[in-house]
């Protein structure tokens, strides 16, 4: 167990949790005093250590990444941008508009046409949570489209549309004005939210996503990324927490 480490391997716990967010040290001790805080589900003591890299650090039953040297970086994609590595076509990627180092990778995709916010890290925990369809994080759009969408369509949108994939599950949509949606869903299906308007009966002219789970920037401009900070990680993992 972690807090059986020697005096002279891992790092302290209170360390960690301060560098992570979870508080200064001294709160962080009283955590640990207090019984608050477990490490690889077995409650902390004082003078734990841990390896930040290996070791699973919970505090009030939710578990928090303590892994070195990841960062995730929050993206406004511009139109004609790919969500890949590599283009063989030539055209521009995501990757290239943040820093080559850490090398660090797309959580989820959108499309080429489709703008918006986009996550990018090198940890891979986190990832995994936020794309997969058990977690149920939530991602909102603004959607563009041809005509003016009936209550009947808004209702199928909400109650889930028949594609050829399978029906999708129940979203959130409103009716922001003519021709304008705002569409919540919490799947991740290919080109999922054009195909969706298309099955009602409106063609997607523009969409642009403005949040994912609990974070939304509207100043950040396209083509512009910039760090999360430490509340903001902090949010998105109380967000990806099973159950």
């Known amino acids: 167990m972690s807090q059986e480490l ?3 391997e891992g790092e ?4 960690v949790m301060a560098r992570i967010g979870l508080g200064s040290r001294r709160v ?8 608050r805080v477990r490490v690889n589900g077995v409650e902390a003591v004082l003078g734990a250590r841990v ?11 939710i578990v928090y990444s ?6 995730t970086y929050l993206l406004n994609k511009p139109e004609g941008v790919v969500t890949t590595a590599n283009d063989p076509q030539g055209r521009p990627t995501v990757v290239q508009m943040v820093p ?13 046409d489709t703008e918006g916010l986009l996550l990018m890290t090198n940890d891979g925990t986190l990832a995994h949570r936020l794309t997969h369809p058990s977690f149920g994080i939530e991602k909102e759009y603004l959607v563009h489209v041809s005509g003016t969408p009936s209550r009947a369509a808004l209702r199928m949108l909400r109650e889930g549309v028949e594609l050829d994939d399978g029906i999708t599950a129940p979203a959130e949509a409103a009716a922001l004005g003519p021709g ?7 799947e991740g299906r290919n080109r999922q939210v054009r195909r969706m308007c298309e099955a009602v009966g409106n063609d997607v002219i523009r969409l642009v996503r403005t949040r994912i789970g609990p974070l939304v920037d509207q100043k950040l401009k396209p ?5 999360l900070d430490q509340e903001e990680l902090l949010r998105l993992q109380q967000a990806v927490q099973p159950g």
């Open 6 to 8: 020697p005096a002279d």
């Open 12 to 15: 302290r716990l209170q360390k």
């Open 28 to 35: 962080s001790e009283n955590l640990i005093a207090a019984g």
């Open 51 to 61: 390896r930040p890299e290996s070791d699973e650090i919970e505090v009030d039953g």
């Open 66 to 71: 303590a892994l070195p040297d990841t960062v």
């Open 100 to 112: 080559s180092d850490p090398r660090v990778f797309s959580v989820g995709r959108l499309d080429l």
């Open 180 to 186: 304008l949606i705002r569409l919540t869903i919490h």
């Open 223 to 227: 083509g512009r990324w910039r760090l």
